[in-house]
């Protein structure tokens, strides 16, 4: 079956510092890499994604880098804010269901 | 544009008894839907995959005859849980596709508790 592995579970980062998560799959045919941002009670709330025909992908303070070969992607969020302050999920494409599987979560807290 | 929108936002049921969840997309056409299951604190599980017009499919160890999922028309999929358990209480999403595969947009959520 699908293997979602996220690290790490919790992160907790000084303000205007840098933030990583990373999250491993086991499907080699996936090909679309997306990052969810989730605020309590609220909806899941796509930030960035990335398909598997380019590495890395930025958008303002946020960045996902995507290493195939090694089955793994990293979301990256710099100069860190207090609105930072959620839980990010990754969700990579399970190609032949054509399903989305969550990883497990980061609860990413931004100290001020 | 891609507005998917949930009811109720919130229901509180008794045991015993049956509660339903629409989702609908509100601005396109959605031939497949997807319905979640989020307990506190942990992560969004997967409980089966609605497509217009047919049978759902459900994940593994979900209860088919628990949680009933009707897809009747490109807009709406409705999930209902029958004889609801506390342990059921939970934040229930649905996510509806677009055109393409990894296009999915999410409700905001229907949050159960059953007393």
């Given at each position: ?9 919790t ?15 086991s499907?080699?045919a996936?090909?679309y890499?997306p990052?969810?941002?989730?605020e309590?009670g ?8 990335i ?10 303070r946020?960045a996902v880098?995507l ?6 992607f990293s979301l ?22 054509q399903k989305l ?12 | ?18 509660v339903?969840?629409?989702c609908?997309?509100?601005d396109?056409?959605?031939t497949?839907m997807f319905?979640y299951?989020?307990?506190p604190?942990?992560s ?7 497509n217009e017009?047919s ?12 949680f009933?999922?009707n897809?009747a ?10 004889s ?16 393409f595969?990894d ?8 949050r159960?508790t059953?007393?």
């Open positions: 079956g699908e293997n979602v592995e996220q690290h790490p579970s992160l907790s980062v000084q303000e205007g510092d840098s933030a990583v998560i990373k999250c491993t799959y499907d080699s996936s090909n890499f990052w969810y941002k989730q309590l609220k909806r899941p709330q796509l930030i960035i994604d398909r598997s025909n380019v590495g890395e992908k930025k958008d303002q946020i880098t290493n195939k070969t090694a089955k793994h990256h969020i710099t100069e860190t804010q207090p609105e930072d302050s959620a839980v990010y999920f990754c969700a990579p494409l399970i190609q032949g269901a599987v969550f990883g497990q979560g980061t609860r990413l807290t931004i100290n001020p | 544009g891609a507005v998917v929108s949930q009811h109720p936002s919130w229901v509180i049921c008794k045991s015993g008894t049956s339903k969840i629409e609908r997309s509100l396109f056409q959605a497949t319905w299951r989020q307990f604190k942990q969004l599980m997967l409980m089966a995959t609605s017009g049978k759902a499919t459900y994940e593994q160890g979900v209860e088919k005859d628990k009933l999922i897809h028309s490109l807009t709406l999929s409705t999930l209902t849980v029958t609801a358990h506390p342990e059921d209480s939970s934040f229930y999403i649905c996510s509806a596709r677009g055109l595969p296009e999915q947009y999410f409700g905001p959520g229907t159960l059953v007393t």
